[in-house]
């Protein structure tokens, strides 16, 4: 009998649940402190919709099933973002600014090798309706406090602009096939096919050097604002500088000045970024934990012209780069175990209600074996403690199990005055 999994979907065991867990709970609760508030929504949108938030890239690799009441072709969940964006055009009222947060699964097709699932956990946020600068260093200062709270000390942010490569393509008169050979190559950091380039479209002087530069322009502050001073004077250049230099000062209002870095030659994977975008890592672990930026045309894709800034965390590449750093040692202690040994049961029954009342999470035994048996079972899926009624014929006493052999002998009356007095 055939129980495999497809090559693109995995399980996750009960302790790699509660870690899961355990990021979201404490990431939700960063996003409720700054007023982020819960938005659900659903795993399908139609294609149509739902495909005009997204790239051709990540259109086509979505998933497709129709819907059998209509017969429309409809997409499995392929981006967040877009999905706000189209929920957010559908309301009549829009009282701005809006903070939304969301957790869930995208659904993207991978070739099905090594890690690459199709389904990849999210949780993020979106500021809807400011236009400033203010509003992106808010996000990434919503991210880096998540970090902090989940022990992360040793992560970077990387910025980028947009702006950069807008005003290059207006520069140069690129077209759109031009624009996307250009990026491909800033992308891969193919410095000599920038060279080519360069040399094919007849770019000379100070562009030139810039856009063979783009791949290695990589650093702190100090470099933001030589390239400002360089090129500040060229259409649409100046601005795009600015906006780092101007968004690095309020991030040091927030503290994080040490935690910011520049890396331009790192455009993100979708389009619609118009502004701000960025990326987030830890030291040793490859991959980006998170990444977000700023997308003011998306909302108009489907109704109305309002500027958007977000970031989402991708929770594996999070709880993954975790463990690397061996800081995610949370446990999924539960707190009581109760073996009853008497016939009716009635003493574990009542316990077990009082505790949980209690705010205590309890467990009972509920197949016939040795109660040695029961508690080598109950300490070995990370209980503290076992309770076990009925070792003695009196019934009033109860034993009290810290580990297999120690224990601690007290009357049921007096365990329960003091859980009811706690």
Not at 75 to 91: E, G, H, N, V
Not at 207 to 232: C, F, H, M, V
């Amino acid at each position: 009998m055939k129980i495999d999994l497809p090559a693109g979907v995995r399980t996750f065991n009960r302790s790699e649940s509660f870690q899961i867990n355990h990021i979201l709970n404490t990431v939700n609760g960063v996003f409720q402190k700054w007023a982020y508030e819960e938005i659900k929504l659903p795993y399908f949108e139609y294609l149509e919709v739902h495909g005009r938030g997204l790239d051709e890239e990540i259109k086509g690799r979505s998933f497709k099933l129709v819907d059998r009441s209509s017969g429309e072709i409809l997409s499995l969940r392929a981006d967040f973002t877009a999905q706000i964006c189209r929920y957010f055009a559908s309301l009549k009222f829009k009282n701005l600014p809006k903070r939304y947060y969301y957790t869930g699964v995208i659904f993207r097709y991978a070739p099905p090798k090594a890690d690459n699932l199709w389904e990849r956990l999210q949780t993020g946020i979106e500021l809807i309706g400011s236009s400033r600068l203010e509003a992106d260093a808010e996000v990434i200062a919503v991210a880096s406090q998540s970090l902090e709270e989940l022990g992360i000390k040793d992560y970077q942010i990387d910025i980028n602009n947009t702006k950069i490569f807008t005003a290059l393509k207006n520069l140069l008169g690129l077209d759109e096939g031009e624009y996307n050979r250009f990026m491909g190559f800033v992308k891969n950091r193919e410095i000599y096919s920038l060279r080519d380039f360069v040399k094919e479209k007849g770019i000379k002087g100070k562009t030139a050097q810039l856009i063979t530069q783009i791949p290695k322009l990589k650093g702190g502050i100090g470099l933001i604002e030589k390239l400002k001073r360089d090129y500040g004077s060229m259409e649409g250049l100046g601005e795009a500088f600015g906006e780092l230099v101007e968004i690095h000062r309020i991030l040091k209002e927030y503290g994080l000045a040490d935690r910011i870095s520049f890396d331009l030659g790192e455009p993100k994977e979708f389009s619609y970024y118009t502004g701000i975008m960025f990326e987030i890592f830890i030291k040793g672990f490859p991959k980006p934990l998170g990444q977000g930026g700023r997308y003011d045309n998306l909302i108009a894709r489907y109704n109305g012209d309002v500027p958007a800034t977000g970031f989402a965390f991708d929770v594996l590449n999070l709880w993954e780069g975790m463990k690397s750093l061996n800081i995610l040692q949370v446990k999924n202690y539960k707190d009581f175990f109760i073996i009853d040994l008497t016939q009716d049961k009635k003493t574990a029954y009542r316990l077990a209600k009082i505790l949980r009342e209690k705010g205590y999470s309890v467990g009972r035994d509920i197949i016939d074996r040795d109660y040695q048996d029961s508690i080598r079972f109950a300490f070995s899926n990370r209980y503290r403690k076992v309770i076990v009624i009925g070792l003695d014929r009196k019934g009033e006493d109860i034993y009290i199990y810290s580990t297999e052999k120690d224990y601690e002998k007290i009357n049921i009356n007096e365990f329960l005055e003091k859980i009811i007095a706690s």
